[in-house]
């Protein structure tokens, strides 16, 4: 099975400021989906940003965006201009493609980012 | 957000009791998951499904069952719940092609 890795279990950032989440998988598969979901206190776990493997333009959602390093298999989230709503648990996951019946989803340790006013 | 419900959201209820969490999604999608999820750990997969009939375990032994006899419902049943069972129980569903994953809002399950 695939493993994802987030080696940051906590994190904090300024108002205002930018911060990056790191994740790391290991794979041998040359054609996949990786995810970054954030899971806010007591609420829905949501969709962050999503990348295909197979695109090599790092994806972007608005103050989201993602630094994805194919060769060393590196996925993080930088989030800029950083908002106290962006306090929350945020999971990075992986997914292989095409999607075979068996394939499923796979999910970091999560990494817990506190927003100081 | 995403249509995909769990109920109930809080529970506490006494060990040796039989307690099914219910979860539905209105988009179609084929494919259902069961996470556990203690607070501010890491998601174990318990329990998933290709569509209707088909269930399967997951990488983390759970002693609960599943059911999948509608393509939008998919409950997870303890037959006996045990103190060990507290935890948060997050619900998923994918489309076929399964790009994207969508969470409920989780069922918090307290066994005393």
């Known amino acids: 099975a695939q493993t994802v890795t987030q080696s940051q279990p906590e994190m904090s950032v300024q108002e205002a400021e930018t911060v990056t989440l790191s994740c790391t998988y290991d794979t041998s598969e040359s054609d996949y989906y990786l995810f970054w979901y954030k899971q806010p206190p007591s609420r829905q776990m949501i969709l962050v940003i999503r990348q295909e493997a197979y695109k090599q333009q790092n994806a972007t959602e608005n103050r989201f965006s993602v630094n994805f390093q194919k060769a060393a298999k590196s996925f993080s989230l930088k989030i800029s201009d950083s908002q106290l709503g962006d306090a929350a648990m945020y999971f990075c996951a992986y997914r292989s493609a095409p999607a075979n019946t068996g394939n499923q989803f796979y999910f970091g340790t999560g990494t817990s980012l506190t927003v100081i006013p | 957000e995403a249509d995909i419900y769990q109920t109930p959201r809080y529970l506490v209820i006494g060990t040796g009791k039989k307690i099914t969490l219910e979860c539905s999604q209105t988009?179609?999608?084929?494919?259902m998951y069961w996470y556990q999820q203690d607070p501010g750990m890491e998601l174990h997969l318990i329990h998933y499904s290709y569509g209707v009939n088909s269930t399967e375990k997951g990488d983390l032994s759970s002693e609960s069952t599943v059911s999948r006899i509608r393509t939008e419902h998919f409950p997870l049943t303890l037959e006996s719940a045990r103190p060990s069972h507290t935890s948060q129980y997050l619900c998923?569903?994918?489309?076929?092609?399964?790009?994207?994953?969508?969470f409920g809002e989780g069922s918090w399950l307290t066994v005393v």
């Open positions: 988009m179609g999608h084929d494919k």
């Open positions: 998923a569903s994918s489309d076929r092609i399964g790009n994207t994953i969508y």
